[in-house]
């Protein structure tokens, strides 16, 4: 089993709110196709910032990276509740 971290930050009004771990994990379930391996996720969050932990049986630790960041990516231009979220970048990636 592989992990991966993605980092997402608020931008404008968001800033100055606090996601309820436990909705972003129902919506990122939501989002996640059986076949990508995603046996787990732990979310943790303040205000402005949030960190996903992504636990995969994917073939190895990248695939897992870019498999969280489509998923985060997805819900930030989807989900009404993450208006004013974005994916940080990794660095050299």
Request: glycine share 8%.
């Amino acid at each position: 089993m592989y992990m991966a971290s993605v980092a997402l930050a608020a931008s404008g009004e968001a800033k100055h709110r606090e996601l309820d771990p436990n909705l972003l994990v129902d919506l990122l379930w939501a989002l996640a196709e059986p076949g990508l391996g995603i046996e787990h996720m732990r979310v943790t969050s303040g205000p402005g910032h949030i960190e996903v932990v992504f636990f995969s049986t994917a073939p190895d630790a990248h695939s897992v990276a870019v498999t969280g960041i489509h998923l985060c990516e997805t819900a930030t231009s989807s989900a009404p509740q993450l208006k004013g979220w974005y994916v940080v970048p990794l660095r050299g990636e």
